[in-house]
């Protein structure tokens, strides 16, 4: 056996875990439907000024991002975003959605839109709390 560490993005090991993993999940839970989920919005120039991108996977929505652009922020735009995608993972058989998110970035916001705080992660020195966030549609 021999063991190496890897200081720097590999997409073709990367590549190589996921799909043994996806091996392993087959051998539980049958053939995976993960699909790509993203909602984007753009200005007038056509630049990106908010979007929330995951994947629908096992009934459920995995919220991987989440952006607005500063100027763009408290105006509704998170939520309608939101609200799309959620939307979107329904008709797609999503009976969930699930995040984390960092104490300082949108734990009250994901509460305001009915997701549930499900697990913490608080006391490690010079870090953020960390807040994993379910929110169940049926």
């Known amino acids: 056996m021999k063991f190496e560490v890897l200081n720097s993005n590999n997409s073709e090991v990367f590549e190589a875990l996921v799909s043994k ?44 991002v989440l952006w607005v652009a500063d100027s763009f922020r408290g ?5 309608d975003l939101m609200a799309l995608a959620e939307d979107k993972a329904k008709l797609r058989g999503c009976l969930a959605a699930q995040v984390d998110t960092l104490s300082f970035q949108a734990p009250d ?18 870090s953020p709390e960390r807040y994993f966030l379910v929110k169940r549609y049926r």
């Open 21 to 64: 993993v996806r091996e392993f999940n087959f051998s539980h839970m049958g053939a995976e439907k993960s699909k790509p989920l993203s909602v984007i919005a753009r200005d007038e120039n056509s630049n990106i000024i908010g979007g929330v991108s995951g994947c629908t996977i096992y009934n459920q929505f995995l919220i991987e």
């Open 75 to 79: 105006q509704g735009l998170g939520r």
């Open 109 to 126: 916001f994901y509460q305001r839109l009915g997701f549930e705080v499900v697990g913490k992660v608080d006391g490690i020195p010079d």
